[in-house]
């Protein structure tokens, strides 16, 4: 089975999005907090961490201390950039946030962070994760579905981590569950620099295609 939405290939966007150089600034990443995943993750979000200082880019996340976003933000703050933590209080009060962070921004529930994450970011990276991951992924491809996001979503498939989650997007597709013109709400990367690489080049979405969001 193909995987939709890989690097520039699957469909062509569709008219009514604008295609042109982004203007990347700040990047939400969306990633796991778990300490026991193999290296191969850690070893690439600790090179998109680097990447994005590197670029003058804020990392925007979860605020963990532990896992792929403590380890994301590590990389970052070494290289010389910034990081935006956003985390609930009640995470706070357990000791769960990064302490070292440029900023952290409490919020007084889940779905509050990640609104915040959202309205602060020019973009989302989404590396491996669990539940968590993974309901922020698909809800900010709901989002940018019905036009309330309209920035880039880049799905980071380190070791085909994610190629079960494009099957099952795919299969939405082929059973009229999706539009097929959804299927370029989001890109996927195989490498972190390809994935800061389609922040900047892939069309920002226009929210008029909220008139499309049924089918």
Not at 173 to 201: C, D, P, Q
């Amino acid at each position: 089975m193909s995987i939709i939405g890989a690097g520039r290939g699957g469909l062509d966007p569709p008219e009514n999005i604008r295609n042109y150089m982004n203007d990347i600034k700040n990047v939400c990443v969306y990633s796991a907090s778990s300490t026991k995943i193999a290296k191969v993750y850690f070893d690439v979000a600790e090179e998109l961490g680097r990447l994005l200082a590197e670029k003058k880019i804020n990392l925007i996340n979860g605020a963990g201390c532990i896992g792929l976003m403590s380890a994301t933000s590590d990389a970052a703050l070494a290289a010389g950039g910034t990081v935006t933590g956003v985390i609930p209080h009640f995470m706070v009060e357990q000791g769960w946030h990064h302490t070292g962070l440029t900023r952290l921004i409490e919020t007084e529930t889940m779905h509050e962070r990640k609104r915040m994450m959202a309205d602060l970011s020019d973009g989302v990276i989404a590396l491996p994760g669990g539940c968590g991951t993974l309901e922020e992924l698909l809800e900010i491809i709901t989002w940018k579905q019905l036009g309330l996001y309209l920035n880039p979503i880049i799905i980071l498939n380190i070791n085909g981590f994610y190629n079960p989650l494009l099957e099952m997007l795919q299969r939405a597709v082929e059973g009229n569950f999706m539009r097929k013109e959804h299927v370029v709400i989001w890109k996927v990367a195989s490498t972190a620099e390809e994935a800061i690489n389609l922040l900047y080049t892939t069309p920002v979405w226009n929210k008029e295609i909220r008139k499309f969001a049924a089918i």
